[in-house]
C-alpha cells in the first residue's frame, strides 16, 4: 500500500504525461487522430476527478509558501529544505551554547556565594533539595 | 509650532493603562508561592519581603515541565538526523528540473514569464468545488482540430530542455537516452497497470542487457587465462 502522497504524485505523473501525449497528438494533427484526441480529453477529465479524489488524504499535509516561491523562481526546493535544517541546527547549537555558559555560571556564582554567604547559600540549598 | 506636537502627542495616548489597573512600580506576588511579602501601611507605606529569597523559581523541569529545551539535539529528538545527513551530505542542484527530471518541457525559467506561478495559484484562487464531469459529445465537438502542424508561434513548447545527466531519482517514463520532454512514442498512461508493467519490462530490459555485458567479459577473461587458447581470440587462431 504506498502513501497518499505516493498516490498524489502517481497521478499527477500520468496526468502531466497525458498532456504531453496530447500536445503531440495537436502539434501535427491528423483527422483520425480525433478519436484518439477525444480520448485523451476524457481522461484528462478522469485525471482531474483523480486527483480531486486525492485531496482528503494529503489535507493535513502543510507546505511553506515559501516552498511556492522556490519552485517559481525555477529552483530545487530541496535547496529550501537544506537551508532550514541548516538554520535550525544553527540556532539549536547557539541556544545550546548559551544554555551551557548560563549552567557554568549558576554553579560558578554558587561557589562565590556560598563562600561569601556560606549561611544563605546552605539555607538556599536545603530549600532546593 | 511645539504646542501643537504636544496636543498630538496627548490626543494618541492611551486613557487607560495597557496593564489595566496595576501599577508597575508594584511588583506582583509570585504565583509559585515562594515569595512572601509583607505590606506596611500608615505614615510610611512600604512592601517588604519576607521571604526566603526573592525571584526564587522552582527550577526548570522540576516541577513536571517539558524539559525540552535548545539543550537537546532537536535533530535528534525529532528523527530527522537522516534528513540532515542526506541534504549535509551531498551539494545540491541549482535547478528545479534536477529536482524533478521527468517533467517535459523547460521548468528552470522564472514562473512570471509565463503567469504559471505557483504564487498566483493561491493569490487568486481558481474556482473549484464543482464536480467534474466527463465531456459531452456536443462538449467534445468544440475540440474538433483542422489537420497540420501548429502555426509557428505555438511550437516554442515543443523545445526540449538541454540534455542532464540521469538522477538516482529518476524512476521511469522516459526511454534510454531520450532527454525528458522529448516526444517518445505515446503509451497508454491512464492505466496506472500498464503504466507500471511498462516500468518493469524496462526495467527487465536493463538487467538482461547488464547481465550478458558480464557475461561476455567473463568468457573473454576465461579464454585469456586458459591454455588451449593461449589468451587469442577465435579470430586471431591460424588458419589449419
Known amino acids: 500500500m504506498s502513501s497518499p ?3 498524489l504524485e502517481t497521478q499527477l505523473e500520468m496526468f502531466i504525461e497525458n498532456v504531453r501525449q496530447i500536445r503531440i497528438i495537436v502539434s501535427d494533427f491528423q483527422p483520425q487522430g480525433q478519436s484518439v484526441l477525444n480520448q485523451k480529453i476524457q481522461s484528462l477529465v478522469t485525471g482531474l ?27 530545487n526546493p530541496q535547496l529550501y529544505t537544506k537551508d532550514c535544517i541548516d538554520k535550525a541546527l544553527a540556532k539549536n547549537e547557539e541556544v545550546k551554547g548559551k544554555i551551557d555558559s548560563y549552567k557554568r555560571f549558576k554553579s560558578h556564582l554558587l561557589q562565590e556565594l556560598s563562600k561569601t554567604f556560606p549561611n544563605e547559600i546552605a539555607k538556599y540549598k536545603a530549600i532546593r533539595e | 509650532m511645539m504646542s501643537d506636537q504636544f496636543r498630538k502627542v496627548e490626543q494618541y ?9 496595576r501599577s508597575p512600580v508594584v511588583p506582583r506576588q509570585d504565583s509559585s508561592g515562594t515569595l512572601k511579602t509583607t505590606i506596611s501601611l500608615g505614615k510610611n507605606p ?11 523559581k522552582e527550577p526548570p523541569g522540576s516541577a513536571g515541565e517539558c524539559d525540552l529545551t535548545g539543550a537537546t ?29 521527468n517533467l517535459p518541457g523547460i521548468v528552470d525559467g522564472p514562473g512570471q514569464e509565463d503567469n504559471s506561478t505557483l504564487g498566483s495559484v493561491i493569490a487568486k484562487r481558481p474556482i473549484g468545488g464543482k464536480e467534474l464531469l466527463p465531456l459531452t459529445s456536443a462538449q467534445l465537438a468544440g475540440f474538433r482540430l483542422h489537420p497540420g502542424p501548429l502555426p509557428e508561434q505555438y511550437r516554442y513548447v515543443s523545445a526540449t530542455p538541454p540534455k542532464r545527466h540521469k538522477s538516482k531519482h529518476k524512476k521511469h517514463k522516459h526511454k534510454d537516452g531520450a532527454p525528458p520532454g522529448q516526444d517518445t512514442p505515446l503509451q497508454d498512461s491512464s492505466n496506472p497497470d500498464t503504466y507500471e508493467k511498462k516500468h518493469k519490462k524496462q526495467k527487465r530490459h536493463e538487467d538482461d542487457k547488464e547481465r550478458k555485458k558480464r557475461k561476455k567479459e567473463k568468457k573473454r577473461k576465461k579464454q585469456k587465462h ?15
Open chain 2, 13 to 21: 495616548s492611551p486613557k487607560s493603562s495597557p496593564r489595566g489597573a
Open chain 1, 49 to 75: 476527478q483523480e486527483v480531486d479524489k486525492l485531496k482528503s488524504q494529503v489535507h493535513d499535509i502543510h507546505v511553506p509558501t515559501e516552498v511556492f516561491d522556490y519552485i517559481d523562481q525555477g529552483r
Open chain 2, 73 to 101: 539535539n532537536l535533530m535528534a529528538y525529532y528523527g530527522l538526523e537522516h534528513s540532515y545527513s542526506k541534504f549535509n551530505g551531498k551539494k545540491l542542484k541549482e535547478s528545479l528540473s534536477s529536482f524533478l527530471p
Open chain 2, 46 to 56: 512600604s512592601i517588604v519581603h519576607s521571604g526566603p529569597f526573592y525571584l526564587m
Open chain 1, 5 to 7: 502522497l505516493e498516490n
Open chain 2, 226 to 240: 586458459s591454455p588451449e587458447h593461449g589468451g587469442l581470440t577465435p579470430s586471431q587462431h591460424p588458419a589449419p
